[in-house]
């Protein structure tokens, strides 16, 4: 095992990420973001060349909370954390309930301060702007360097080349604690563009087609890289919104790559921070910024990472960007996206406009929206909400006099943070109302009233559709420069590498282990079996329910018999040997555990007596609870497609049983190799063997301990 690296001191760990050295390229080829998690991941054995699907202990760049830092701060010290193990790691950013000025509200962000003070953490407080725009202005997200954050919109960071992904609290607190945290490299997708946009196409139309065009979950858990000579001609702010909605879109991280363009806006971003202070041949130079800065700029330009010839993808998706004209997504739905022009013959009226949030309230959407207001009023009977993404957006907007234009418009301004995005706050929409928003959600309820209509659109549009009063165009666009307004030009391969599929090399199990886990196979014949039939909702809030009882629900909202089935199986079952773990293996089909963030879905089969979960794939925030609560789960596609075939009613998941059961038992004992993947499934009419991708010595290490809980402490003490 090659030993975790010391945490050396502030400059030293600078001088690291600063001046990296190119290394040979690896016998196996990897994309870029395989390249970027290699450099983070620690205690890999010997020679581990990272693939997408291994499970790996990452050590992020920085880890960002934003008001949920209070209760990871609760979790911090619940599992007798006292010391943050790298305090440059940490940065705290106050922006979702800004608006709020109650005295408990106030006294929660007292309170982080407090504790980043103490601990000397990097703070930014409630009207500096949206953590996901501060840590781009900072340099906290930096190109090729791996950044987390406990809010899905992390994905952000793609947009400057930075592999910025989600976690959860549990997640933070384990970070705080001991610096590192486990993660699973997703499948890679490459997203290539060709052509350029025509004049007054943006990049939230280009993700908002994408959402709408491939809306049957295509990049769901997966990495995207996008590539091609179209990329070029987007605007870093237009990548920024992009990899923002990937999150939308189903994927877990959205990467751009570093390019002229890029270095370009970070000459820019250089010039800007320098002239923040006064300097003069009297006046010493300001301090060099500790991200941004000539060396960091100098050592980009000399290892720029690229992705290896023969790079393995799961789906190459090509998008001609030259036969894309403006979108519009819903009404509640990202998944809905129609063409402007179809969209504005209907005139939808509209009550409540939205110039807001971390995805299109940079300068340059504030300037678009500004151009097409000038001179114009907001419609009556409509109100306009404007807040830029941060206050160094909001300056430079007012120095350049977009902002004023806006006002003048008669928008209503709303302090930098997240707002009406996510229900709080001013502004929101009420029964009945209609709202357009450039924002990146527009699910039912998201932005107030679960009967209210909310539909997504670019800049420009939102402050069209304000003025006239109705989902629009801006004047200003040119109909004759668009190209025909049907769907935009897609093709799609799929397995798009020329390489052979790289086997998962054998690996020695972490000490403690089981080389195998064995038992009575029970199948759900369900996809999309969400948290809430795992869980029911009512026992959620129950704080002082027991882990027995827990048991006793297990399944209710989905098979009120399986909980008691479980049990009665139970007692027949022994392990063959010492190295094995017996109990119920439950296989079920796609999407498993989708739904809410609640961690009793996990702990609850647990302890039921399930020790093992196999599905053809599984929601991630379910999947983090699981393996962060030490509940193993594995994907198995040609399991799943052979149990529904033989045993599901009609051949097909969704209405149970041949026989009218929800939850199919015929006996069959299955073994699951955790040395080399081979699983065994037994039954009357014989045996058949399947190959699953085992997990990681990260994931075993976290069983071993009971839980990412338990790891934590073994790491402090």
């Known amino acids: 095992m090659r030993l975790s690296p010391r945490i050396p001191g502030r400059g030293c760990l600078q001088a690291a990420r600063f001046f990296a050295t190119s290394v040979t390229t690896p016998r196996i080829p990897q994309t870029i973001i395989e390249k970027v998690v290699q450099k983070y991941s620690v205690s890999l054995p010997d020679g581990k060349v990272v693939k997408a699907g291994d499970y790996v202990m990452i050590r992020p760049e920085h880890v960002m909370t934003h008001d949920n830092t209070g209760p990871v701060i609760s979790k911090f010290k619940s599992i007798g954390a006292k010391k943050i193990f790298d305090p440059r790691q940490a940065v705290f950013t106050l922006d979702h309930d800004v608006q709020n000025k109650s005295d408990k509200n106030l006294a929660k962000y007292a309170n982080i301060e407090a504790f980043a003070r103490t601990h000397g953490i990097d703070f930014y407080p409630a009207g500096r702007g949206i953590g996901h725009q501060v840590l781009v202005e900072e340099g906290y997200a930096f190109p090729h360097t791996l950044t987390v954050a406990s809010d899905s919109h992390s994905n952000m960071y793609g947009g400057v080349a930075c592999v910025g992904t989600a976690i959860v609290r549990t997640d933070a607190a384990a970070l705080w604690a001991t610096g590192k945290t486990w993660w699973q490299v997703p499948r890679m997708v490459k997203v290539e563009f060709r052509g350029k946009l025509a004049p007054g196409v943006t990049g939230k139309d280009v993700i908002v087609a994408l959402c709408g065009s491939f809306n049957n979950d295509e990049v769901l858990n997966a990495a995207i890289e996008f590539t091609g000579e179209g990329v070029s001609a987007l605007s870093i702010d237009d990548r920024l919104t992009i990899s923002n909605m990937t999150t939308e879109w189903g994927a877990l991280v959205g990467v751009f790559p570093v390019d002229d363009t890029l270095l370009s806006w970070y000459e820019s971003a250089l010039t800007k921070l320098e002239q923040r202070t006064f300097a003069s041949k009297s006046v010493p130079p300001p301090p060099e910024h500790p991200r941004i800065n000539r060396r960091s700029l100098d050592a980009l330009r000399a290892t720029n990472l690229t992705s290896d010839l023969g790079a393995q993808y799961s789906l190459h998706l090509i998008f001609d960007l030259s036969t894309l ?338 939850t199919v038992d015929k006996g069959h004992e299955i073994r699951v190799s955790m040395t080399d993947g081979n699983v065994t499934l037994r039954g009357s009419d014989g045996e058949k063997t399947y190959k699953v991708r085992t997990v990681g010595a990260s994931v075993q290490e976290l069983w071993v301990c009971g839980g990412l809980e338990g790891f934590i402490l073994k790491s402090i003490r």
């Open 325 to 662: 004209v403006p979108h519009v997504s819903g009404p509640n739905s990202v998944k809905v996206s129609t063409p402007l022009p179809k969209l504005e013959s209907q005139q939808i009226a509209i009550q409540k406009a939205y110039l807001v949030s971390c995805t299109n309230s940079r300068v340059s959407d504030i300037a678009a929206a500004a151009s097409v207001v000038e001179g114009k009023k907001v419609a009556e009977g409509v109100e306009f909400y404007v807040a830029a993404a941060s206050s160094v957006v909001q300056a430079e907007a007012e120095k350049l006099g977009y902002w004023n234009k806006l006002i003048a418009a008669g928008a209503k301004v709303l302090p930098a943070g997240c707002g009406p995005c996510i229900g709080l706050g001013t502004g929101l929409l009420e029964e009945g109302e209609t709202g357009i928003s450039a924002t990146n959600r527009n699910y039912k309820g998201r932005m107030g009233h679960p009967k209210a209509q909310a539909y997504l659109a670019s800049p420009a549009v939102v402050a069209a559709s304000a003025v006239k009063g109705f989902i629009c165009s801006p004047n200003s666009l040119d109909a004759s420069s668009l190209p025909p307004a049907g769907a935009p030009v897609f093709s799609i391969a799929s397995g798009s590498s020329d390489a052979a599929e790289v086997p998962q090399a054998e690996e020695p199990l972490f000490p403690g282990f089981p080389a195998a886990f064995s038992g009575r196979l029970l199948f759900a014949p369900q996809d999309n079996l969400s948290t809430d039939a795992l869980y029911p909702g009512k026992y959620t809030y129950q704080d002082d329910i027991t882990l027995e009882r827990q048991a006793q629900v297990v399944m209710e909202n989905y098979d009120p018999s399986f909980a008691g089935n479980v049990a009665t199986i139970l007692p027949s079952l022994s392990a063959s040997d010492e190295s094995t773990k017996s109990g119920v293996i439950l296989v079920s089909g796609y999407n498993f555990g989708t739904g809410s963030s609640r961690e009793q879905a996990a702990t609850a089969l647990k302890a039921a007596g399930v020790p093992l979960v196999i599905a053809g794939s599984f929601g991630d925030i379910f999947k983090r609870n699981a393996i962060n609560n030490g509940l193993v789960c594995l994907e198995c596609p040609e399991l799943v497609a052979d149990l529904t075939a033989t045993y599901a009613k009609g051949g097909a998941r969704g209405a149970g049983g041949r026989e009218g059961e929800l």
